[in-house]
C-alpha cells in the first residue's frame, strides 16, 4: 500500500464553489463539489461492493435506455431482449456494438423520449479519426465528469487554488477562445495559464517557458505530443522549469519513452488520463501507475473481433455510458486499443477496477501483407535519430498501400527516406507498396492531436477477426 495520507478527506476551499459555469449553481450544496465528495469515498470501497454498485446503476441506466430510445429498442427487439428483464452485466453482450457510423446516421433515433433535453448541449468530436459524430450531454453528466476530473487532478497533487499550466488544441476548451468571464475565471479562480497547441514552435515554447518561471504552475497538464515537445524544447535549451507536483497526460497515446522523458526532464511524476468528447473521463492512473475506470461514469470492455480479450492482450475498446440519460450510447466503439488487465489489488488501495495500457487507435496499426498488424511505434522509432526530419505521417489506404509524408531539410533526407522505406518495406512483407512524399508542411488535423501513423485497413480487423499485433 502507497500514500496512505490520500485517503484522508479532501477539503474544498472557498474558492472551489466560484469556479464552475453559473448553470450548475443552482443548490446550496455545489451538485459538482456534492459528486467529487461521493466519487472521493467511493474509490476505497472494495472491489466487490463498486462492482455491485456499478452492475446495479448500469442495470438501471441500460433498462431505461432499451425502453426509452427508439435505436435500443429495435435493437432489443431484434435479438430477443426485453428491457424490464434486461440482466447486466449478463446479457450485455447480446447488444449490438455502436459504432460512430451509426452515431452520425442515428441522429434524433438516439435520444430519449422521456428524458429532460432542455439542459442539454450538444458536443462534437471527430477531428483526429476522420468520423465527425454530434451528440448530446445533459446536466447530469456534466456534473459527473466535471467531478470525476477532479479527483484525479487531486490524485497528481493538484487541488482547488494550487497554480496549473494547460498545453492543449481545442479552442472549445481554452478561456481565450470562450470569452471573458471565462478569462477571468480561469486566470482568477482556477490560477491556470494556458497555451494553444496547435503551433508549439521554438519561439512559442520559449516565451512559454518565460511565463512559466514567473507563474509557478505546481500542476502541468496537456496532449501527450505537446508536452514532450516542451519537454524537448527545455532539454535542448538547458533551462528549467519551477518544482512541479504532477504532470498530467491527456487526449493522446502515452508512450514509454515519452513517459520517461517527461520524468527526466520535468522531474515529476507523469498521470495518463484517458477519455473522450462521448464519455468525458473513462479511465485515469494512479500514484502506482494503475489506469482505474471511472465506473460511475462507464463501462468498458475490451474486445477482440467478438470476444472480450484475455488478460495481456490487445483488444478494442467499447464502452457503455452510464452518466448520461437525454442519449445513452450503449457498447459504443471507440476506436481506441487497450490492453486488458486481469482482476488484481491496486497497490494505491483503491478498489476500482484497472485497465491496461491504452495501445493507440484501431487505426493506429498498419496491415502487413500476411495481415499482421504493425504498431505505429515500431514506424516513430525509424525515426529516431534522423536530424534531417522534421515531422513525418505513415498513412495507409484502405486496399493496403502506404504513403510516408515528410517534412525535412534537404541535407541528407533523400538517404534517410530510402533508408526508412526499405525497412518498412521489409517488415511489411512483399505486395505491399510503399512510397515516400516530401511536403512543405504536415498540417494538424482540427483536433490538434498529433497522429503520426493512420491506417483505414487496420479497423476492419479489430472489429471482424482475431487480430494479433
Known amino acids: 500500500m502507497i500514500r496512505q495520507e490520500s485517503r484522508r478527506e479532501a477539503r474544498t476551499p472557498i474558492r472551489a464553489h466560484l469556479l464552475y459555469r453559473p448553470s450548475l449553481r443552482r443548490r446550496r450544496t455545489h451538485p459538482v463539489l456534492a459528486r467529487l465528495a461521493e466519487l472521493e469515498a ?11 454498485r456499478q452492475e446495479a446503476h448500469a442495470q438501471d441506466c441500460i433498462r431505461r435506455a432499451l425502453r426509452d430510445v427508439p435505436v435500443y429498442r429495435r435493437q432489443a427487439a431484434a435479438v430477443g431482449v426485453e428491457a424490464d428483464r434486461f440482466t447486466f452485466p449478463d446479457d450485455l453482450g447480446r447488444l449490438p456494438v455502436l459504432t460512430r457510423e451509426d452515431l452520425q446516421t442515428a441522429a434524433d433515433g438516439l435520444v430519449s423520449s422521456t428524458a429532460d433535453r432542455s439542459q442539454a448541449l450538444w458536443n462534437h468530436t471527430g477531428g483526429s479519426s476522420g468520423a465527425p459524430v454530434a451528440f448530446l450531454q445533459d446536466e447530469e453528466y456534466r456534473i ?3 467531478a470525476a476530473v477532479a479527483r484525479h487532478d487531486r490524485w497528481a497533487g493538484w487541488d482547488f487554488g494550487r497554480r496549473t499550466a494547460l498545453l492543449w488544441g481545442a479552442d472549445r476548451d481554452l478561456a481565450v477562445g470562450r470569452g471573458w468571464r471565462e478569462i477571468v475565471e480561469t486566470r482568477l ?3 491556470q495559464v494556458e497555451l494553444d497547441a496547435f503551433e508549439l514552435g521554438p519561439a512559442i515554447l520559449d516565451r512559454f517557458v518565460d511565463r512559466l518561471t514567473s507563474f509557478v504552475p505546481e500542476i502541468l497538464r496537456g496532449y501527450a505530443s505537446a508536452l514532450a515537445l516542451l519537454a524537448a524544447r527545455l532539454e535542448s535549451t538547458g533551462r528549467r522549469l519551477p518544482p512541479l507536483r504532477g504532470i498530467i497526460s491527456c487526449a493522446e497515446t502515452l508512450d514509454a519513452d515519452t513517459r520517461a522523458a517527461l520524468t527526466r526532464v520535468l522531474g515529476a511524476p507523469v498521470f495518463d488520463r484517458y477519455g473522450s468528447r462521448e464519455f468525458g473521463l473513462i479511465a485515469s492512473e494512479c500514484e502506482a501507475g494503475t489506469l482505474h475506470v471511472n465506473t460511475a461514469g462507464v463501462h468498458v470492455e475490451v474486445l477482440n473481433g467478438g470476444a472480450p480479450a484475455a488478460p495481456g492482450s490487445s483488444g478494442r475498446v467499447v464502452v457503455t455510458g452510464l452518466g448520461c440519460r437525454v442519449m445513452p450510447l450503449l457498447r459504443y466503439e471507440t476506436g481506441d486499443v487497450a490492453t486488458a488487465l ?3 489489488p491496486c497497490r494505491c488501495g483503491r478498489g476500482l477496477p484497472g485497465l491496461g495500457r491504452i495501445v493507440g487507435r484501431t487505426s493506429d496499426f498498419v496491415v502487413g501483407a500476411d495481415g ?4 505505429g511505434e515500431f514506424f516513430t522509432h525509424l ?7 522534421r515531422r513525418f505521417a505513415v498513412v495507409q489506404a484502405a486496399d493496403g498501400p502506404v504513403v510516408v509524408e515528410v517534412e525535412g531539410e534537404e541535407d541528407g533526407l533523400e538517404r534517410d527516406l530510402r533508408e526508412v522505406a526499405e525497412r518498412i518495406r521489409t517488415r511489411l512483407g512483399a505486395g505491399i507498396a510503399v512510397r515516400t512524399v516530401r511536403v512543405d508542411r504536415i498540417a494538424p488535423p482540427p483536433s490538434g492531436k498529433i497522429r503520426f501513423v493512420r491506417s483505414a485497413a487496420a479497423p476492419r480487423l479489430w472489429r471482424d477477426g482475431t487480430a494479433a499485433s
Open 42 to 52: 467511493e474509490q476505497w470501497l472494495s472491489p466487490q461492493d463498486l462492482q455491485a
Open 342 to 344: 486481469a482482476p488484481a
Open 383 to 389: 525515426f529516431y535519430g534522423r536530424r534531417a526530419v
Open 189 to 191: 479562480l482556477r490560477r
Open 144 to 146: 459527473l465528469n466535471l
Open 372 to 375: 499482421r498488424l504493425i504498431h
